[in-house]
């Protein structure tokens, strides 16, 4: 690792299960983990492994620069899924969040980030690579499970996969959904799963999905993951490919999401 780690690690944990993987492997290699949770569903997983949790909205800027404080954090991991459908609320923004959002041109997810990232600098806190604690979920090319595909889906994969990177270079989403060369959707703000519903439920049946990293990308944030929740969208709105980019892409519980695709005649690759 470039950077000297601290001993006391901050996490800004959004919803799933990555989050509880970072706090597991940081609290096994000898780290104490302070957590801000912005989610509900994994609080009580992330409790096993942080020595503390406290519960903030996203948009309480004001109160989690205090606690980062309070704690003496110097350094934090964002990991976890917060939906950006906050933004179009904002319920719960305190003054100073409402401010700087004003002074933005755009509200992608990158200049977003960007933003909190330069706030957090400001009070001297590091914001780390999201894969300094769980680079044994990227995973390597090739074909991770016993379905192969045929020569027709790897045409809808590398057609896929370069309109991605494209959607990428100008923020708007990591995945794409193609059938027989065609673009059924692209993630934007509704998520890979719904881009996913969106996309199988017009193909019908047999859709390829794609996820990539951006261009781009800083991995400081946004780094792209997939999980059993992913193969089983797919499954409901029967799409039969998922292909990701290799050494870039997140998968989490890989052992299930392999044999669930398995089970199911899912293709999933990375490439």
């Not at 901050?10 to 492997?25: C, E, T």
């Not at 104490?32 to 949770?37: A, G, H, K, Y």
């Amino acid at each position: 690792m470039s950077i000297m780690l601290e001993h006391k690690q901050g996490l800004i944990a959004g919803d799933g299960s990555l989050p509880v993987k970072m706090a597991q492997y940081a609290k096994e290699n000898g780290f104490e983990v302070i957590c801000i949770s912005l989610a509900n569903d994994n609080v009580n997983q992330l409790k096993k492994y942080c020595s503390k949790v406290y519960s903030c909205h996203p948009g309480e800027i004001n109160r989690i620069d205090s606690i980062l404080k309070e704690e003496e954090i110097k350094q934090v991991t964002f990991l976890g899924k917060v939906h950006k459908r906050v933004l179009l609320q904002l319920h719960k923004f305190d003054k100073r969040a409402i401010e700087l959002l004003k002074t933005m041109e755009r509200l992608n997810d990158d200049e977003v980030m960007l933003l909190i990232v330069r706030e957090f600098e400001k009070s001297g806190i590091t914001v780390l690579d999201q894969t300094i604690f769980i680079k044994n979920l990227m995973v390597p090319s090739g074909v991770l499970g016993k379905v192969k595909p045929t020569e027709e889906q790897m045409e809808d994969v590398n057609y896929g996969f370069w309109l991605a990177k494209e959607m990428g270079k100008v923020d708007v989403g990591q995945s794409v959904v193609i059938k027989d060369k065609m673009v059924m959707a692209v993630e934007a703000i509704e998520g890979t799963d719904v881009c996913i519903k969106r996309g199988a439920k017009l193909a019908k049946k047999n859709a390829v999905v794609v996820k990539v990293s951006k261009p781009a990308q800083d991995k400081r944030f946004d780094i792209p993951a997939v999980g059993l929740r992913t193969l089983k969208t797919m499954k409901k709105y029967r799409a039969n490919l998922l292909a990701i980019e290799a050494n870039e892409t997140i998968i989490v519980e890989q052992e299930k999401v392999v044999k669930f695709a398995d089970d199911n005649n899912i293709v999933i690759m990375a490439v």
